[in-house]
């Protein structure tokens, strides 16, 4: 496995690779990798000649200080992952490397961006487009792997590519979850032992609001699902929508031939934690 920490070399590199005639496939992520990732990369191994990884924590799409600060970092511990999944190349920059001048371009993903995430985390999904049509200039990729625990995400970067001509195929990858049923997250090593014992009453709650659509209505499921996590005082609910699958907006039926999710972020002690559920 090469290891670049410049754009540079990077870009240098890859283009002989394409030159060659190798397929790209691109996963970027934050570190502090789990089996979450590599499932992304195995995958992309499958359906490229080329594995590229990215591993740079962001500070553009954290809008809580002290969370950009405590997110994890290990990148002896992912370099010994990546060696072993099979990567070909990992780039690893500094942030001064990324924004060597102050950003300031702003995209505008309308409904998309004002839902959820984007009401509970100002900015964030800028910071997120930002980078990854950084990443996305640097790698040049021919499909790019990211997993459907972070959907909205998704549905941000689906909209970028559309908006910036880039071509790359977003290919989305589906939650990899541990054997209690918690979405994998690199957040999750820094739940205490008594949190991580708690925290599958997460994804146990959505399978239960599932499980009640042919009875209820989505405000009544929603008014549930509030109910469950009010009792549960270890949690604070930050939300819990029921969406259309596309542009995310809020439903209030279940309406045939539509594509419906149910989407809930918590804070576990100081940890906040995603996940999603498919309804219809």
């Given at each position: 496995m090469k290891l670049f920490k410049t754009i540079e070399e990077t870009t240098s590199y890859i283009s002989l690779q394409k030159g060659n005639g190798q397929s790209v496939g691109f996963v970027?992520?934050?570190?502090?990798?789990?089996?979450?990732?590599?499932?992304?990369?195995r995958r992309a191994l499958k359906e490229n000649e080329l594995l590229v990884v990215s591993v740079f924590v962001n500070p553009k799409q954290f809008d809580n200080p002290?969370?950009?600060e405590k997110y994890p970092r290990d990148l002896d511990k992912d370099m010994r992952l990546l060696e072993k999944v099979g990567c070909d190349v990992l780039f690893a920059p500094e942030v001064t490397e990324m924004y060597p001048e102050q950003e300031t371009i702003s995209y505008d993903f309308g409904q998309l961006e004002t839902v959820m995430e984007g009401a509970s985390r100002k900015g964030h999904f800028n910071g997120v487009a930002v980078v990854v049509r950084k990443l996305f200039d640097i790698v040049v990729p021919d499909r790019a792997y990211f997993g459907e625990k972070?959907?909205?995400?998704?549905?941000?970067?689906?909209?970028?590519?559309?908006?910036?001509?880039?071509?790359?195929?977003?290919?989305?990858?589906?939650?990899?979850?541990?054997?209690?049923?918690?979405?994998?997250s690199s957040r999750n090593e820094r739940l205490t032992v008594e949190e991580r014992a708690l925290a599958p009453f997460i994804y146990q709650t959505?399978?239960?609001?599932?499980?009640k659509v042919t009875d209820l209505q989505p405000a009544q499921i929603k008014d549930w699902v509030i109910g469950e996590f009010k009792k549960e005082k270890a949690f604070t609910l930050d939300y819990?929508?029921?969406?259309?699958d596309t542009f995310l907006q809020p439903v209030d039926s279940w309406e045939e031939g539509r594509g419906t999710m149910g989407f809930i972020a918590v804070f576990l002690g100081k940890v906040r934690l995603i996940d999603n559920i498919r309804f219809i």
């Open positions: 970027p992520t934050m570190g502090a990798l789990h089996e979450g990732h590599l499932a992304l990369m002290e969370d950009l972070d959907f909205q995400q998704l549905a941000i970067i689906k909209q970028l590519v559309k908006q910036t001509n880039q071509e790359v195929a977003i290919v989305p990858c589906p939650i990899v979850r541990e054997t209690d049923g918690l979405a994998m959505l399978q239960q609001a599932r499980d819990f929508e029921i969406a259309e």
